[in-house]
């Protein structure tokens, strides 16, 4: 009994990685498997409901081959093995464009749920629709139900849009407080040599007046 155990926890773990051999190529197919998967459940997507089945089959068979490779199993094709991973990943990339095909028609026929199973399924690049993701989740916050990562991305990049609007009111607000500040001080200046100037015309107006005294004060003598 405890040997069947062990021997379980050891699948699990070997499961819970990928084959270390062809890794570059494989790493993409298996990683890419369960959301591939899930696109069985999506009724748009119906049609190839059956190749998508017979694909995780043909790639869960390939995986266990890699870890037998990898573990010294002369018995399994290393040759073959990549062949095999060669013919998935073409297949995995025309999933991928199928899915990439039928996410821009949702956003374009306003299709909620298929936005959502398409996002939820993982199988959309987040990064690669950014602008059209956040928009449309914007539009349809209310009808969309997003798993948590999905949802974390979108309110991020919310956030920081938030935070850039904020930052560029405030420094809209700086400008235009600096504005009028200098506008103040322009003023000021204009008030204070209009000032200066009433000042310099009194006082000479008062050296004149002293020296038209002076001059009658000399005459009268």
């Known amino acids: 009994m405890k040997k069947i155990v062990i021997l379980s926890l050891l699948s699990l773990t070997l499961f819970a990685k990928n084959p270390s051999v062809y890794s570059q190529l494989g790493d993409t197919i298996y990683n890419n498997s369960a959301a591939i998967e899930k696109l069985a459940e999506i009724e748009e997507l119906s049609l ?3 190749e ?8 869960n068979a ?18 073959l093995y990549l062949k ?16 990439k095909i039928s996410f821009e028609e949702s956003m374009q026929n306003d299709n ?23 928009e449309f989740y914007t539009l349809h916050r209310d009808e969309i139900s997003l798993s948590q990562e ?16 904020e930052a ?3 420094a809209t607000k700086r400008g235009s407080e600096a504005q009028r500040i200098k506008w103040l001080r322009e003023k000021d200046k204009e008030r204070q040599e209009r000032k200066n100037k009433l000042l310099e015309e009194e006082l000479h107006q008062q050296k004149r007046e002293i020296r038209e005294y002076q001059k009658g004060e000399l005459l009268g003598s």
């Open 150 to 165: 999905p949802k974390l991305y979108i309110e991020e990049e919310l956030q920081q849009r938030k935070s850039a609007v």
């Open 52 to 59: 998508i089945q017979e694909y995780i089959e043909d790639v």
């Open 168 to 170: 560029r009111e405030a």
């Open 62 to 79: 390939t995986k266990k081959d890699g870890f037998a490779i990898e573990s010294g199993d002369k018995s399994v094709d290393e040759a």
């Open 112 to 134: 909620v749920m298929l936005f959502e199973q398409l996002i939820n399924s993982g199988i959309i690049e987040l990064d690669e629709y950014r602008e059209s993701i956040v």
């Open 48 to 50: 190839y409901k059956k």
């Open 84 to 99: 095999k991973l060669r013919e998935l990943y073409k297949k995995d990339r025309n999933f991928i464009r199928v899915s």
